[in-house]
């Protein structure tokens, strides 16, 4: 039983971090099976909570999406961390199945040695008190990278909006350039276009997914943000 809880434990930790280097670490935007499948519930669920609404409807449930996803990221990991060192301490150590846990948590969150059926801490125990704040400054340290790409990303559809319309609309967009005889324009237009996706794309795919525009019918597409 012992050794069972140590591997289980084992794979809790290593699984909770691969997401997180994968999410917040690796700037190529790897894909994280936890993620995606919290992206996918949320949006689930905020859908449920308009269901006879129209698009705008829609739209104002689902831009909650994004901070919810970095705030049950947040819980997953930490819940997934206290998860693995509870099964660890419990496999390495001879505490009970309570005690382990609430070890392991004392240490997690930084609020002091818990158990007083030792005497001495393990390196377990270290280990886990700095897991706790690395992650918490990890998420932080990703908001202002997602906050600039979002950012660039607003002032590059503002700025469109005077040549395709809202919502944007590439028909829209060749019918006044063609009006004002300044076709010669476009290619420039689409070099400076060809910059923002490149930057857009090193944030987490779902993580950008959840974050439309400030209004309902400005995208970057010209497509529904929430359409199926």
């Known amino acids: 039983m012992l050794w069972i809880s140590g591997v289980a434990g084992g794979l809790v930790l290593l699984f909770v971090l691969s997401s997180i280097l994968r999410t917040l670490v690796v700037p190529r935007g790897l894909y994280s099976v936890l993620v995606f499948r919290l992206w996918w519930l949320l949006r689930l669920l905020l859908r449920l909570a308009a269901p006879s609404g129209g698009y705008r409807a829609i739209d104002r449930a689902q831009a909650w999406l994004a901070p919810l996803m970095l705030i049950g990221m947040l819980a997953i990991w930490l819940g997934g961390a206290l998860v693995g060192y509870g099964l660890l301490l419990y496999a390495l150590s001879p505490l009970s199945w309570a005690t382990s846990f609430r070890e392991a948590g004392s240490s997690l969150f930084t609020l002091g040695f818990a158990s007083g059926a030792r005497i001495s801490l393990s390196v377990l125990d270290f280990v886990a008190a700095a897991t706790g704040p690395v992650v918490i400054a990890l998420q932080i340290a990703y908001l ?7 950012n660039r990303r607003e002032l590059e559809v503002t700025l469109l909006q005077s040549r395709a319309g809202e919502p944007a609309w590439g028909p829209e967009i060749l019918a006044r350039q063609w009006l004002v005889d300044t076709e010669t324009a476009l290619p420039e237009l689409y070099r400076s276009w060809s910059g923002w996706p490149r930057t857009w794309a090193r944030a987490t795919p779902p993580i950008r997914c959840c974050s439309p525009s400030a209004r ?6 010209g497509w529904s943000d929430w359409s199926p």
Do not use: K, Q
Not at 144 to 150: E, S, V
Not at 216 to 221: F, I, K, L, Q, S
């Open 144 to 150: 202002p990278t997602l906050y600039a790409a979002y």
């Open 216 to 221: 309902p019918g400005r995208t970057a597409t």
